[in-house]
């Protein structure tokens, strides 16, 4: 069970990383490795 739940919660975190990277290339301010690094804190809190 809690595994399937940390599943989901990758899943859903790693769909949201991807539209974050989206809006990284159209804006071209924020560099990749600070938002990557960024994104790993946060799946580490959540998930």
């Known amino acids: 069970q809690n595994i399937i739940k940390r599943v989901n919660c990758l899943l859903v975190f790693h769909q949201n ?3 974050a990277e989206t809006e990284v290339h ?3 301010k924020i560099n990749k490795a ?3 690094k960024q994104l790993r ?3 580490a ?3």
Request: hydrophobic share 15%; proline share 0%; glycine share 0%.
């Open 17 to 19: 990383h991807r539209s």
């Open 45 to 47: 809190r959540i998930c």
């Open 41 to 43: 804190q946060e799946r």
């Open 26 to 28: 159209k804006q071209k």
């Open 34 to 36: 600070k938002l990557s």
